[in-house]
């Protein structure tokens, strides 16, 4: 079964500036897709970005990029320019490319100070 | 986008009763949804996997008479939790995946459940 671990329960930033995520996960597949996604208190679920593991080069969208290493199996997730708003739990989630269902990590929550 | 509409937002029921949460798909067809319980402060868990016109499938320690999910059309699933206790209270969030899967899944808002 496909495990996801994020070893940082809790982290903070100063607004404006960077923050990284760690997340690893444990698959024997070799294809498979990895995504963060970030619940505000609201409890909304909302996609930040994905990485398809067939791909080498890194996703990014905006402010936010992830460095993905397949061999080591980690999956960062990089936030530039933090903003209040990125406030939130953030959840790395693992879903295998024959499987369906989604799998998630225990969860980093961040908050963003001014 | 594509839009998740879970409802109720929260509801309170007593011990022993059964309560319904309803997840739909807005403007697309979802014939699989996803099931997931939120302790606190805690990650999402899986519960089970739910397919439109097919008997729903739950994961490992999920009881399935307890948790009764129904998949009756391409837009809408069930979680009926029966005979509800204290221990059941709980976030309960349901997903359903739009366009080709490596697109994520778009997830409902969530349904806190207290029992009393």
């Known amino acids: 079964a496909q495990t996801v671990t994020q070893s940082q329960p809790e982290m903070s930033v100063q607004e404006a500036e960077t923050v990284t995520l760690s997340c690893t996960y444990d698959?024997?597949?070799?294809?498979?897709?990895l995504f963060w996604y970030k619940q505000p208190p609201s409890r909304q679920m909302i996609l930040v970005i994905r990485?398809?593991?067939?791909?080498?080069q890194n996703a990014t969208e905006n402010r936010f990029s992830v460095n993905f290493q397949k061999a080591a199996k980690s999956f960062s997730l990089k936030i530039s320019d933090s903003q209040l708003g990125d406030t939130a739990m953030y959840f790395c989630a693992f879903m295998g490319y024959n499987n369906n269902d989604m799998r998630f990590g225990a969860g980093t929550r961040l908050t963003v100070k001014p | 986008g594509a839009v998740v509409s879970q409802h109720p937002s929260r509801v309170i029921c007593k011990s022993g009763t059964s309560v319904k949460i309803e997840c739909r798909s807005l403007d697309f067809q979802a014939t699989t949804m996803f099931w997931y319980r939120q302790f606190p402060k805690q990650s999402l868990m899986l519960m089970a996997t739910s397919n439109e016109g097919s008997k729903a499938t739950y994961e490992q320690g999920v009881e399935k008479d307890k948790f009764l999910i129904n998949h009756a059309s391409l837009t809408l699933s069930t979680l009926t939790v029966t005979s509800a206790h204290p221990e059941d209270s709980s976030f309960y969030i349901c997903?359903?995946?739009?366009?080709?899967?490596?697109?994520?899944?778009?997830f409902g808002s969530g349904t806190r459940l207290t029992v009393v």
């Open positions: 997903s359903a995946r739009v366009g080709t899967v490596d697109y994520g899944y778009t």
């Open positions: 990485q398809e593991a067939y791909k080498q």
């Open positions: 698959t024997s597949e070799n294809n498979y897709y």
